[in-house]
T-cell receptor, first 113, second 110 residues
Framework: KAGVTQTPRYLIKTRGQQVTLSCSPISGHRSVSWYQQTPGQGLQFLFEYFSETQRNKGNFPGRFSGRQFSNSRSEMNVSTLELGDSALYLC????????????FGPGTRLTVL | TQLLEQSPQFLSIQEGENLTVYCNSSSVFSSLQWYRQEPGEGPVLLVTVVTGGEVKKLKRLTFQFGDARKDSSLHITAAQPGDTGLYLCAGDGATNKLIFGTGTLLAVQP
């Protein structure tokens, strides 16, 4: 069974630009969650999608958004990038709920210059 | 706001030593998960504990959930270089999302 895949693995952007990250969950998993990981703040929950609907949301500004497609694949978008958005963005899939066992992808390393 | 504090933050030990990592909160969690993350990878689940006082063993790793379900510990016996990584606890919070701990970075020197 293929694991969670994320693309791209590395990304360099400049302040003010926008970025879209992609996540393909494990086949059969309907819940996809996104996390931001930084050395200072640790692993923080961004949002969870289930059946193409945002089911839960963390404490991040509206510049962070996401969506889920009918095949459970998900994308997250960050607009008007700031230096502080530099982080490892992790996607995790689970069968039905974000509090079930999370299977993480390898992450996308975003650097904002 | 539910928080999970882990201690120690960093740990560097020699191969063969024992160690314990703690995960503490003032909040009650219905379950607690432990993950290990290696450089360049996402976290991988090690174990889930759901009952207060529960003890689970995974080879050289022993996990305990506190009686009041507010804290947990991970004990590693005879650590090996392959145990090196970031250890994260995560609680099933009141807001139906996983709350991750602050992390413990373990380095086991050969």
């Amino acid at each position: 069974k293929a694991g969670v895949t994320q693309t791209p693995r590395y990304l360099i952007k400049t302040r003010g630009q926008q970025v879209t990250l992609s996540c393909s969950p494990i086949s059969g998993h309907r819940s996809v969650s996104w996390y931001q990981q930084t050395p200072g703040q640790g692993l923080q929950f961004l949002f969870e999608y289930f059946s193409e609907t945002q089911r839960n949301k963390g404490n991040f500004p509206g510049r962070f958004s996401g969506r889920q497609f009918s095949n459970s694949r998900s994308e997250m978008n960050v607009s008007t990038l700031e230096l502080g958005d530099s982080a490892l963005y992790l996607c995790a899939s689970s069968r039905d709920h974000s509090t079930d066992t999370q299977y993480f992808g390898p992450g996308t390393r975003l650097t904002v210059l | 706001t539910q928080l999970l504090e882990q201690s120690p933050q960093f740990l560097s030990i020699q191969e063969g030593e024992n160690l314990t990592v703690y995960c503490n909160s003032s909040s009650v969690f219905s379950s607690l998960q432990w993950y290990r993350q290696e450089p360049g990878e996402g976290p991988v689940l090690l174990v889930t504990v759901v009952t207060g006082g529960e003890v689970k063993k995974l080879k050289r790793l022993t996990f305990q959930f506190g009686d009041a379900r507010k804290d947990s510990s991970l004990h590693i016996t005879a650590a090996q270089p392959g145990d090196t990584g970031l250890y994260l606890c995560a609680g099933d919070g009141a807001t139906n999302k996983l709350i991750f701990g602050t992390g413990t970075l373990l380095a086991v020197q050969p």
